[in-house]
T-cell receptor, first 115, second 110 residues
């Protein structure tokens, strides 16, 4: 089944404790992206990747890191989480490097609470 | 500064009637627009899109209209069905940027 998977789905952590949210797609997609969804703000792009070893900042990259060492995986790293990073996170992928103008396939989301 | 706005946080429509969801944008450089639908506990799913060179795109019960002069986008669902109850996000893109609106929660009641 073609899909984007994220792990974990739910996570409670404390301020300053490094964490990684994994994202994997099995569709051989070029483009991958991370978003966060917050009430009243919609979905905001954190980072995106046009291809392996190519990443770029989205609208809200502060406090996050990403890597794209292989095509299928695009982990989101929070080196020192803070309470304002409490949010619902979505990973997405699309076939072409054109990315945003292609249909993006979203993962199920990761709900993060930082205490 | 919200470049893509969905001013109605919620909309309630009777089954069988038309649902109209609206979206306004401020950046005239946007050249591609998309609508995504989101059910609770799931990721958004692509619904329909439109290029700035068109003013209408239709896919079954879903039609998107684009008014470039007004910087306005709308999604029409006819007829509305209970399964259409979800949050709808419009999104606008320019080069490699994609900006989402804040979403409109549509409820279709029997």
């Amino acid at each position: 089944e073609a899909q984007v998977t994220q792990n974990p789905r739910y996570l409670i952590t404390v301020t300053g404790k490094k964490l990684t949210v994994t994202c994997s797609q099995n569709m051989n997609h070029e483009y991958m992206s991370w978003y966060r969804q917050d009430p009243g703000l919609g979905l905001r792009q954190i980072y995106y990747s046009m291809n392996v070893e190519v990443t770029d900042k989205g609208d809200v990259p502060e406090g996050y890191k990403v890597s794209r060492k292989e095509k299928r995986n695009f982990p989101l790293i929070l080196e020192s989480p803070s309470p304002n990073q409490t949010s619902l996170y979505f990973c997405a992928s699309s076939l072409e490097a054109g990315g945003v103008q292609e249909t993006q396939y979203f993962g199920p989301g990761t709900r993060l609470l930082v205490l | 500064d919200q470049q893509v706005k969905q001013n109605s946080p919620s909309l309630s429509v009777q089954e069988g009637r038309i649902s109209i969801l609206n979206c306004d944008y401020t950046n005239s450089m946007f050249d591609y627009f998309l609508w995504y639908k989101k059910y609770p506990a799931e990721g958004p799913t692509f619904l329909i899109s439109i290029s700035s060179i068109k003013d209408k795109n239709e896919d079954g019960r879903f039609t998107v209209f684009l008014n470039k002069s007004a910087k306005h986008l709308s999604l029409h669902i006819v007829p509305s069905q209970p399964g259409d109850s979800a949050v709808y996000f419009c999104a606008a893109s320019w080069t490699d940027k994609l900006i989402f609106g804040t979403g409109t929660r549509l409820q279709v009641f029997p």
